[in-house]
Protein backbone atom coordinates (compact mmCIF):
# COMPACT_ATOMS: atom_id res chain seq x y z
CA UNK A 1 0.00 0.00 0.00
CA UNK A 2 1.40 3.72 -0.97
CA UNK A 3 2.10 6.16 1.34
CA UNK A 4 -1.09 8.21 0.23
CA UNK A 5 -3.16 5.16 0.27
CA UNK A 6 -2.09 4.58 3.95
CA UNK A 7 -3.31 8.34 4.67
CA UNK A 8 -6.14 8.38 3.00
CA UNK A 9 -7.36 4.99 4.87
CA UNK A 10 -6.42 7.17 7.84
CA UNK A 11 -8.37 10.12 7.45
CA UNK A 12 -11.23 7.83 6.16
CA UNK A 13 -11.04 6.05 9.32
CA UNK A 14 -10.71 9.35 11.42
CA UNK A 15 -13.90 11.17 9.89
CA UNK A 16 -15.76 7.58 10.80
CA UNK A 17 -14.76 7.80 14.20
CA UNK A 18 -15.96 11.82 14.54
CA UNK A 19 -19.22 10.83 13.19
CA UNK A 20 -19.82 7.78 14.49
CA UNK A 21 -17.95 7.96 18.56
CA UNK A 22 -20.97 10.92 20.08
CA UNK A 23 -23.81 8.84 18.81
CA UNK A 24 -21.83 5.44 20.33
CA UNK A 25 -21.00 7.35 23.32
CA UNK A 26 -24.51 8.50 24.07
CA UNK A 27 -23.16 12.25 24.63
CA UNK A 28 -26.10 13.77 23.52
CA UNK A 29 -28.40 11.93 26.20
CA UNK A 30 -30.61 13.79 28.51
CA UNK A 31 -30.93 16.67 26.93
CA UNK A 32 -34.23 18.13 25.28
CA UNK A 33 -32.10 18.69 21.74
CA UNK A 34 -29.16 16.36 22.14
CA UNK A 35 -27.15 18.05 18.98
CA UNK A 36 -28.67 21.70 18.64
CA UNK A 37 -26.87 24.08 16.59
CA UNK A 38 -24.34 26.17 18.13
CA UNK A 39 -26.74 29.02 17.38
CA UNK A 40 -29.89 27.47 19.49
CA UNK A 41 -27.27 26.64 22.46
CA UNK A 42 -26.40 30.26 22.58
CA UNK A 43 -29.59 31.79 22.48
CA UNK A 44 -30.59 29.80 25.40
CA UNK A 45 -27.49 30.23 27.20
CA UNK A 46 -28.33 33.98 26.80
CA UNK A 47 -31.88 33.59 27.81
CA UNK A 48 -31.02 32.35 30.75
CA UNK A 49 -28.91 34.75 31.92
CA UNK A 50 -30.34 37.55 30.56
CA UNK A 51 -33.99 37.22 29.88
CA UNK A 52 -34.81 40.85 29.15
CA UNK A 53 -32.15 40.87 25.95
CA UNK A 54 -32.77 42.17 22.90
CA UNK A 55 -30.70 41.19 19.63
CA UNK A 56 -29.76 43.60 17.57
CA UNK A 57 -30.34 42.72 14.72
CA UNK A 58 -32.78 40.62 12.84
CA UNK A 59 -32.26 38.05 10.31
CA UNK A 60 -32.56 39.85 6.62
CA UNK A 61 -34.69 36.46 5.22
CA UNK A 62 -36.21 33.86 7.89
CA UNK A 63 -37.10 30.77 6.38
CA UNK A 64 -41.22 29.22 6.65
CA UNK A 65 -39.78 25.81 8.07
CA UNK A 66 -36.43 23.94 9.25
CA UNK A 67 -36.31 22.09 6.67
CA UNK A 68 -36.04 25.01 4.24
CA UNK A 69 -33.62 26.39 6.55
CA UNK A 70 -32.01 22.64 5.92
CA UNK A 71 -31.75 22.85 2.67
CA UNK A 72 -30.15 26.05 2.29
CA UNK A 73 -27.42 24.97 4.72
CA UNK A 74 -26.90 22.26 2.53
CA UNK A 75 -26.63 24.14 -0.54
CA UNK A 76 -24.20 26.59 1.49
CA UNK A 77 -22.10 23.89 2.45
CA UNK A 78 -22.71 22.07 -1.14
CA UNK A 79 -21.17 25.61 -3.15
CA UNK A 80 -18.54 26.15 -0.66
CA UNK A 81 -17.42 22.08 -1.42
CA UNK A 82 -17.62 22.84 -4.72
CA UNK A 83 -16.09 25.94 -4.95
CA UNK A 84 -12.87 24.08 -2.64
CA UNK A 85 -13.10 21.17 -5.28
CA UNK A 86 -12.59 23.74 -8.69
CA UNK A 87 -9.80 25.63 -6.76
CA UNK A 88 -7.71 22.25 -5.71
CA UNK A 89 -8.22 20.90 -8.94
CA UNK A 90 -6.69 23.84 -11.08
CA UNK A 91 -3.36 24.52 -8.68
CA UNK A 92 -3.15 20.26 -9.23
CA UNK A 93 -3.93 21.04 -12.86
CA UNK A 94 -1.38 23.94 -13.65
CA UNK A 95 1.06 21.98 -11.54
CA UNK A 96 0.69 18.61 -13.53
CA UNK A 97 0.67 21.21 -16.69
CA UNK A 98 3.96 22.45 -15.65
CA UNK A 99 5.82 19.35 -14.53
CA UNK A 100 4.52 17.59 -18.04
CA UNK A 101 6.07 20.94 -19.65
CA UNK A 102 9.26 20.85 -18.22
CA UNK A 103 9.44 17.22 -18.74
CA UNK A 104 9.06 18.07 -22.50
CA UNK A 105 11.30 20.95 -22.58
CA UNK A 106 14.05 18.79 -21.05
CA UNK A 107 13.26 15.26 -22.40
CA UNK A 108 14.28 16.65 -26.22
CA UNK A 109 16.97 19.33 -25.07
CA UNK A 110 19.47 17.51 -26.45
CA UNK A 111 17.97 17.70 -30.19
CA UNK A 112 16.44 21.15 -30.26
CA UNK A 113 19.63 23.91 -31.29
CA UNK A 114 20.88 26.19 -27.97
CA UNK A 115 18.48 28.38 -26.85
CA UNK A 116 15.65 27.01 -28.74
CA UNK A 117 12.58 24.69 -26.89
CA UNK A 118 11.80 20.92 -28.93
CA UNK A 119 8.87 22.88 -30.82
CA UNK A 120 11.23 25.84 -32.03
CA UNK A 121 14.36 22.86 -32.57
CA UNK A 122 11.77 20.81 -34.72
CA UNK A 123 10.50 23.34 -36.65
CA UNK A 124 13.79 24.77 -37.33
CA UNK A 125 14.80 21.64 -38.96
CA UNK A 126 12.07 20.76 -40.84
CA UNK A 127 12.31 23.88 -42.46
CA UNK A 128 16.32 23.24 -42.94
CA UNK A 129 15.04 19.71 -44.72
CA UNK A 130 13.35 21.58 -46.95
CA UNK A 131 15.16 24.04 -47.60
CA UNK A 132 17.89 21.23 -48.93
CA UNK A 133 15.42 19.48 -51.26
Not at 92 to 110: M, N, P
Request: charged fraction near 15%; charge should be negative; glycine fraction near 14%.
Amino acid sequence: MSRNAKINTLLLLLVAALAVLPLALGLGEGKEEPFAGADAQAEAAITELKPDYEPWFSPLYEPPSGEIESALFALQAAIGAGVLAYYFGLRKGRRQGAAEAEAAGTGTAGTAGAGQSAGEGAAVSAAAGSAES
